[in-house]
């Protein structure tokens, strides 16, 4: 196997082990796009609309989409602007902070069994790599 080969098998393992404990969790009825969403609101701590759509790369229309499902799923509100009476924020609900901390233990739970054969060295390792891998240059 190439090291292409392996990096595609274990991201594919990744993502298979992420899908299968999310459906089997309250995360079923989250597309991993609104919980990359969810995340940046609690990330920007209570964007506008327009603030989001820059930060997340996507059209406004798109945006305001994205909103409505996730108001309809209450895991978000909106917070009118006290500067701007036209203009309203976002909020994570207690169960939009729920879904995060709960798509936290998903991947923490998808490292752990990706790392289950490695002893301590090999974590130490591999840990070092992905940090190479991953550093900006």
Do not use: W
Not at 12 to 39: F, G, M, N, P, Y
């Amino acid at each position: 196997m190439t090291q292409e080969e392996i990096i595609n098998h274990f991201l594919s393992r990744a993502k298979e082990i992420e899908e299968q404990a999310r459906q089997q969790s309250e995360l079923a009825d989250l597309t991993e796009h609104q919980l990359s969403c969810l995340k940046k609101i609690e990330e920007l701590k209570n964007p506008l609309p327009s603030v989001l759509a820059k930060e997340l790369s996507i059209t406004k229309p798109t945006t305001t989409a994205l909103i409505d499902k996730l108001l309809k799923k209450k895991v978000i509100k909106k917070v009118p602007s006290k500067k701007d009476k036209r203009a309203f924020h976002l909020h994570l609900t207690a169960a939009g902070r729920k879904m995060i901390r709960l798509h936290e233990s998903v991947q923490t739970e998808v490292a752990s069994r990706l790392t289950k054969n490695l002893n301590e060295s090999e974590r130490d390792i591999l840990g070092y790599l992905f940090t190479k891998v991953l550093t900006e240059e």
